[in-house]
Structures are given as structure tokens and as C-alpha cells.
């Protein structure tokens, strides 16, 4: 199921997200009345879509799809992405977003941290003089998230393993992946994944999904210490932390959820749970060695992808504001 027959009605959906203004939730702390709230006037960059978190990462959707399909004949129409880009990734704009973070540690910590890493990544990856510009544009958001990272990890005793926006090997897999990042932050980023998550072993995983999950919680950190365990470290790992992989025994990870209600904002959330398993499976599948367990993990990759993408362009603004995303995820990870 390849992107590129999704990349021009993607584009047009998150081209439509960011320059929505409203319906707006913005996770904002008011602490005067004579503030200004508008969200283009707390968030010049990333005032649609919603929320902060799911701007960012539809910015950085327009940019993969840029990079990956812009031109091709699947995608010929890249002005209007170009030229919202260069409104939206200013200098100006980006100081704001990048002050706004340093005054508020806690805002959007790690989730929407790790999306504007991946986002000035996505930039630096296009290259040429668009990219270029972007790139040295959302240096300033890039260097607040690292100092950010650097104050928070050695505080963050524990990880928060849940299945929502706090959960701590998701964003800090994508950090990594981005690598954006000093060199002192991404060990730090390291140390601290494999500290959390290292002596783990049989995961609870008939607790999941929870009802409202767009993340797995075991499928995040197994793809968060794949990126910090080699080959064979990896594999001895997971068999120890998901033992049910190896033996062949049922495993709720590798089967789709059911989503009853889509409308439903949060019930809705596991149509995202659905596209984050479905990239998580085929990464963690694509280190491992040829073999069952390999092959297990891509089967239920393709069953995830196979439910979750119908739901992506469905007219419906719960959703429509950030699946398409996590469907680049799961269509781009590695096989």
C-alpha cells in the first residue's frame, strides 16, 4: 500500500488543517485577564489543526510529502504547500513558538517536543533553498526543545507508559530518528531510554488497548529500544519482554482494534492506535532476523494498515486533523 497514491489528497487534507484557525484547543494556562488568546496570536506557526502538537506534525507531513512525491504526477500541485510553508516557518514566527516553550517546560513535553524536532529534520532532509530556509527557521524551536530535554530527563525518574500524548518512548524514538539533537541531549536521550526500559520483561499485554490509546504502550518501547540495542541485543530483548511472539501464543498487540464510534474524539483515537501499531510492527519486524517472529509481526503490520486507512479522509474535522500523519508513519516505516 504504497504513499504515493495517498499524497496528493494527504497534502490538500493537512494543507487544510494548518490554515484552520478553528475549532481551536489550545493547552494554554491564562494568567491575566488582558492576555491575548487568539491562536495566531499565541502560536504565529502553529495555530491550526486543532492543537500546537498536531500542527507541527501536519507542517512536517506537508514536508515529507514534499520530499518524498512533489512533482511526481502523483503530486504535481506543490505551490500552495510552498508558499503556506514559507508563511508559517519565519524566523519571527518560529522565535515566538520557540520562546513560548522555554516560558512553559511542561507545554506539550515530550509529544509535541519530539514533533518539531522531526519537523526541522523533515526540512533539513528536503534540502534545497526551501528547505534550507525552513530549516534555519525552526533552528530556534530545535535549540529550546534540546535545552528543554537536557533539564527534564534527569528528573524524569520514571517513563510515562501510557498510550496518549506523555508517553515517553514514542517521542523520544522520534528525537532520535530525527537527530536534531546535540550529541550531549541524544546520549542523554539514550541513557535515559535504556535506563527505563532495559530490565524490562514480560509485558502486561492483555492490559491493552485502553479506550482511548493512539499508542501502544509496549509496541512504542519495544520500537524505542530498537533504536537504542543492537541486532542482537534487540532480539534477546523482545523475546523477553514479549515472549508471546516467540512461543506462538495469542498476543492482543498483533490483533486490530475495534473501533466503535470514529466521530468520537477520543473513542476515535484508536484509529491512530491502529496507523502508530501498524508503523511500530513493521519497524521492530524489519530488525529482527528472518523468521517467525519476523513474519508474525509483518502480518499484523498489514492487517493494521489494510483497517486503518480508509479512516484517514473521512470529512470528519476529529480526525481529519491529525490521522493522516501517523497513516505516513505507518505507510513509510521500514520493511
Known amino acids: 500500500m504504497p504513499l504515493t497514491a495517498h499524497?496528493?489528497?494527504?497534502?490538500?487534507?493537512?494543507?487544510?488543517?494548518?490554515?484552520?484557525?478553528?475549532?481551536?484547543?489550545?493547552?494554554h494556562l491564562s494568567i491575566s485577564p488582558d492576555e491575548q488568546l487568539r491562536p495566531s496570536t499565541l502560536h504565529p506557526a502553529f495555530y491550526g489543526a486543532y492543537d500546537w502538537h498536531s500542527s507541527v506534525h501536519m507542517h512536517w507531513l506537508l514536508v515529507r510529502l514534499l520530499r518524498r512525491h512533489g512533482g511526481t504526477p502523483a503530486f504535481t500541485d506543490t505551490e500552495?504547500?510552498?508558499?503556506?510553508?514559507?508563511?508559517?516557518?519565519?524566523?519571527?514566527?518560529?522565535?515566538?513558538?520557540?520562546?513560548?516553550?522555554?516560558?512553559?517546560?511542561s507545554f506539550e513535553r515530550p509529544y509535541g517536543w519530539a514533533w518539531l524536532v522531526a519537523l526541522a529534520a523533515e526540512c533539513r532532509a528536503y534540502g534545497g533553498a526551501a528547505g534550507a530556509r525552513w530549516a534555519e527557521a525552526l533552528a530556534p524551536g530545535v535549540a529550546a526543545v534540546d535545552r528543554l530535554l537536557a533539564d527534564w530527563l534527569p528528573k524524569a525518574t520514571y517513563p510515562v507508559r501510557h498510550g496518549n500524548h506523555p508517553n515517553s518512548a514514542f517521542a523520544l524514538g522520534l528525537v532520535l530518528d530525527a537527530g536534531e539533537l546535540s550529541a550531549a541531549t541524544a546520549d542523554a536521550v539514550r541513557e535515559r531510554l535504556l535506563a527505563w526500559f532495559a530490565d524490562d520483561h514480560d509485558a502486561p499485554t492483555h492490559?491493552?488497548?485502553?479506550?482511548?490509546?493512539?499508542?501502544?504502550?509496549?509496541?512504542?518501547?519495544?520500537?524505542?529500544?530498537?533504536?537504542?540495542?543492537?541486532?542482537?541485543?534487540?532480539?534477546?530483548?523482545?523475546?523477553?519482554?514479549?515472549?508471546?511472539?516467540?512461543?506462538?501464543?495469542?498476543?492482543?498487540?498483533?490483533?486490530?482494534?475495534?473501533?466503535?464510534?470514529?466521530?468520537?474524539?477520543?473513542?476515535?483515537?484508536?484509529?491512530?492506535?491502529?496507523?502508530?501499531?501498524?508503523?511500530?510492527?513493521?519497524?521492530?519486524?524489519?530488525?529482527?532476523?528472518n523468521g517467525p517472529v519476523r513474519t508474525r509481526l509483518a502480518e499484523a503490520a498489514e492487517a493494521h494498515v489494510k483497517a486503518g486507512l480508509p479512516a484517514v479522509e473521512r470529512g470528519d474535522f476529529t480526525t481529519d486533523h491529525w490521522l493522516a500523519s501517523f497513516a505516513v508513519l505507518a505507510l513509510d516505516a521500514q520493511q
Do not use: K
Open 207 to 289: 492490559w491493552e488497548p485502553s479506550g482511548q490509546d493512539f499508542l501502544s504502550p509496549a509496541l512504542t518501547e519495544s520500537d524505542a529500544m530498537r533504536r537504542v540495542l543492537d541486532g542482537e541485543r534487540f532480539a534477546r530483548w523482545l523475546d523477553g519482554f514479549l515472549p508471546a511472539l516467540r512461543s506462538g501464543a495469542p498476543c492482543s498487540l498483533l490483533d486490530v482494534p475495534v473501533v466503535s464510534d470514529h466521530a468520537d474524539p477520543q473513542i476515535g483515537h484508536l484509529l491512530g492506535l491502529t496507523l502508530s501499531r501498524a508503523a511500530a510492527l513493521r519497524s521492530i519486524a524489519a530488525a529482527l532476523p
Open 80 to 105: 500552495p504547500v510552498v508558499a503556506v510553508l514559507d508563511r508559517h516557518l519565519t524566523p519571527e514566527n518560529i522565535a515566538a513558538e520557540a520562546a513560548y516553550l522555554l516560558d512553559r517546560p
Open 7 to 27: 499524497a496528493a489528497d494527504f497534502a490538500r487534507l493537512a494543507l487544510a488543517n494548518v490554515t484552520r484557525e478553528y475549532p481551536n484547543f489550545p493547552a
